[in-house]
Each structure stands twice: as C-alpha cells, then as structure tokens.
C-alpha cells in the first residue's frame, strides 16, 4: 500500500489530534469516516470538515486511527477490531510499552496494529486546536512489533506521508524514554 492507496480511514476520536489527523487525510483526498462517544464533538469535526460520521454500513477502514486517551487505546483497538471496522490500526498515544502490553494481552489482533505517537505537542481540548498542518514536518514514531507484516507498516507509513510527517520506527521502551525526557526535561530546566 502506498500513500496515493490509501483511500479510506477512520478515526475514533475527535479531540486535536484525531481531528489533526482527519483534517490532513482529508484534505489528501482520503474518504474520512469519524467516530466519537461524544455526539457534540463529532459534531464539531464535521463542522470543520474533517470527514463524516461513521454509519455501520461502511465497509472495512483502510486504516483506523484511534485518537482516544491512553487509557482507553486497548479498549478501543479491540472493540474496533472485533466490529471488524478496518484493515490496519494505529494510536496516537504518548505511551507506547504499557499500551503495547497490554494489547498482547488483551488478545488484540497485532499483525494489524502498528502502535504509533505522532509528536506534535500537547493536546488541546477540543477541536479548537486542530489544523490539518499539525503534523507537517514532525516526527511521527511508529511501534511496530517483530511480527508485523509489510501491509501493515506500508499503511502506517501511508498514513504518516499523508500528514506530512516523517516516520521514525522505535522500540516501545525507547520510545516512552525519549517521550518522557522530552515532556519532562522543559519542566525541570523551569523549576532549576
């Protein structure tokens, strides 16, 4: 799968990022589909024009991006799997080795997942915030276990181009340790 293959996505979330991502996929011509359990924030994404709501007669996702707080990706990645709602899924969380865990764990269908965690800075709340050049020149690191398979990582990188960001692939444990030195590190240099 290329970029210019990559015709539908999905993304579960609609907060900044989500709405970003949505943003910058549909103005590369991607048929966006949004989902959120918040009516008046998919409602906002809709407004901006970052795609349509998700009905149950859509077929399969290319890839489905779940944009959702960290705590909930597994819950999401395996509700969505199991609905059978895409191909291929990533996140967008800032945690990559606990969330990768607990994904194993939790009997997710990792073949197709790529755990990802474009960096952008922090999230706003609400949509106020997104802007389809979000990602345009950032890192965006993807997570990907030792067995998954080239469709899937083609997808992600597809993914990745369309937003304008530049892929970094990273062991999850890396990952969290350059991400919390990079969160951290401002505030400590503040408070000295």
Known sequence: MTATTLRTALVIGCGTAGTSVALALTGAG?????????????????????????????????IVVIATP?????D???QAQ?????HVYTDTAGTKEIICAEAELRGCDLKGYVPGHPLAG??????????????TGRPWVLCPYETTPGWALEA??????????RRLDL?????????AELSHGPHLVAAA
């Not at 062991?171 to 991400?179: G, L």
Request: charged share 20%.
């Open 122 to 135: 922090p999230d706003a709340p609400g949509r106020a915030a997104a802007d389809a050049g979000r990602f």
């Open 70 to 74: 960290p705590s909930a990706v597994v």
């Open 171 to 179: 062991e999850p444990h890396v990952h969290d340790r350059v991400a």
């Open 30 to 62: 991607v048929d966006v589909a949004l989902l959120d359990e918040d009516p008046q924030a998919l409602a906002e994404a809709v407004a901006l024009g970052a795609g349509t709501g998700w009905t149950p007669r859509r077929p399969p996702a290319g």
């Open 156 to 165: 992600a990188a597809a993914l990745i181009g369309l937003c304008g960001a």
């Open 82 to 86: 199991s609905r059978g709602l895409g």
């Open 76 to 78: 999401v990645l395996h």
